[in-house]
């Protein structure tokens, strides 16, 4: 069966600071992979997704960028944190075209 | 300009009172619909995805309906367990690759 890991649950940084937040895929090939933030009691902004190694594509030109090293890794960097960065993020995957994304459990990201 | 609709933003409810949600979309064009529960502090957990107009799935006491314009989530009977917030989102033939979601309704559901 199919797993999605996301790292870390929580993170407080300092302003000015990088970030890092990595997921990872297990049990599925190629997947389309998503990175999505969530402000309280918003709903879901999408902020990247990948639908190949070499495909990705930005939705909210912003502080973050988004890589895809191996299949199924994505990682959500930023050089320097603002204060508006903080929010829970969340990746998720699918598979092929018209189908649903499964998430992971999030980061809790705040920045100081 | 938002998409995707959802409404009440909040339901509150007595255990075994049954009421319904509603997620209306402005897009043309729809691929699918799909209905996720949110725990505090967890991430989506997918519950339906529907296709077509007159669609409808069931599991447990959640029933997802879709119409030309708008899907309604009816919980039956409810009970404290399915207190959580309930988003859906939209997928468009444009580019089925990308949800875009509502803001959800959150539903809490007394003893």
């Known amino acids: 069966s199919q797993t999605i890991h996301q790292w870390p649950a929580t993170l407080v940084q300092p302003v000015g600071s990088p970030l890092s937040l990595e997921c990872t895929v297990e049990?599925?090939?190629?997947?389309?992979l998503y990175w999505y933030r969530q402000a309280a009691g918003r709903g879901l902004q999408l902020l990247f997704y990948?639908?190949?190694?070499?495909?990705i594509s930005s939705e909210v030109p912003q502080n973050l960028s988004a890589s895809r090293p191996q299949d199924r890794q994505f990682i959500l960097s930023s050089k320097k944190l603002l204060l508006s960065d903080s929010g829970f993020y969340l990746c998720?995957?699918?598979?092929?075209?018209?189908?649903?994304?499964?998430f992971g459990q999030g980061t809790r990201l705040t920045v100081v | 300009e938002d998409q995707v609709t959802q409404s009440p933003e909040a339901l509150r409810l007595q255990e075994g009172e049954s009421s319904s949600l509603n997620c209306s979309y402005t897009?043309?064009?729809?691929?699918?619909l799909f209905w996720y529960r949110q725990d505090p502090g967890k991430g989506p957990e997918f519950l339906f995805t529907?296709?077509?107009a007159g669609e409808e799935k069931e599991k447990e006491r959640l029933k997802a309906t879709l119409t030309k314009k708008e899907s309604f989530l009816h919980i039956t009977a409810p009970k404290p367990e399915d207190s959580a917030t309930y988003l859906c989102?939209?997928?468009?033939?444009?580019?089925?690759?990308?949800?875009?979601f509502g803001a959800g309704t959150t539903v809490t559901v007394r003893a």
């Open positions: 998720a995957w699918s598979v092929g075209q018209g189908s649903a994304a499964f």
């Open positions: 049990g599925t090939s190629n997947p389309n």
């Open positions: 990948s639908i190949g190694i070499d495909q």
């Open positions: 897009v043309s064009g729809l691929r699918g």
């Open positions: 529907l296709y077509s």
């Open positions: 989102a939209v997928q468009l033939f444009l580019n089925d690759y990308k949800l875009s």
